[in-house]
């Protein structure tokens, strides 16, 4: 149990589905965060969310759109996704946004097809 | 530009035997320092942190890491290493302030032969 739950834990959708992934944390943590880690690729940073505002968005394409109604809860909305776009998301928290340590979930698997 | 660079991206080492991944980081100041670990399949667990202090950190599962300031890295050790040790492991940096998302090292996937 790592405090943040991430579902699905896995995904296969068409390239014309619009889904959810849904990401919700029980530490208290102000800040969230959506990465994307692709196989021999770095993790690459998303999107960061602090106290709901968000306050990154590292030049992602339109068709991922994350929403954060509340700061225990993360959505990446995927639409007219892309074969390459199938990867591991993780959602991950953290006290602030001032550097410190971040909690995972264990991902969503996502294939696209 | 700030970045962490992790030199192995395969080590395969035997069962007891002894451990040391590399980390070096590109940064003006010290900044926050951790190394994660990654199953198959799974998130990040937090194996340990430096923030301050003392410069040799204890973190779970046997795992220890030294900071070292003049040669700007936080390799990480384990003593002997467990057939359950064997995962990627994934330094990262923390720049403290305002702006301080934490950056990641490429990783460095453990094997471990029996």
């Known amino acids: 149990e790592t405090g943040v739950t991430q579902t699905p834990r896995h995904l296969v959708m068409g390239m014309t589905n619009k889904k959810s992934l849904k990401c919700e944390q029980h530490?208290?943590?102000?800040?969230m965060y959506w990465y994307k880690q692709s196989a021999k690729k770095p993790l690459e940073l998303m999107f960061v969310y602090n106290f709901k505002e968000q306050t990154e968005n590292n030049s992602v394409p339109s068709r991922f759109s994350p929403e954060c109604p509340n700061s225990s809860h993360l959505f990446l909305h995927l639409h007219t996704l892309q074969p390459e776009d199938s990867a591991l998301y993780l959602c991950?928290?953290?006290?602030?946004?001032?550097?410190?340590?971040?909690?995972f979930g264990q991902g969503t698997r996502l294939t696209v097809v | 530009a700030q970045s962490v660079t992790q030199p192995d991206i395969h080590i395969t080492v035997s069962e007891g035997a002894s451990l040391e991944l590399r980390c070096n980081y590109s940064?003006?100041?010290?900044?926050?320092l951790f190394w994660y670990v990654q199953s198959p399949g799974q998130g990040l667990q937090l194996l340990l942190k430096?923030?301050?202090?003392?410069?040799l950190v204890q973190g779970i599962k046997g795992f220890e890491a030294e900071f070292k300031r003049s040669q700007s890295s936080f390799n990480l050790r384990k003593p002997s290493v467990h057939w359950s040790d064997a995962a990627e492991y994934f330094c990262?940096?923390?720049?403290?302030?305002?702006?301080?998302?934490?950056?990641f090292g490429k990783g460095t996937k453990l094997s471990v032969k029996p």
């Open positions: 940064y003006g100041a010290t900044p926050y």
């Open positions: 990262a940096v923390g720049l403290r302030g305002s702006q301080g998302n934490l950056i």
């Open positions: 530490l208290g943590h102000n800040a």
């Open positions: 991950a928290s953290s006290k602030d946004k001032m550097g410190t340590e971040a909690f």
């Open positions: 430096y923030f301050s202090g003392d410069t």
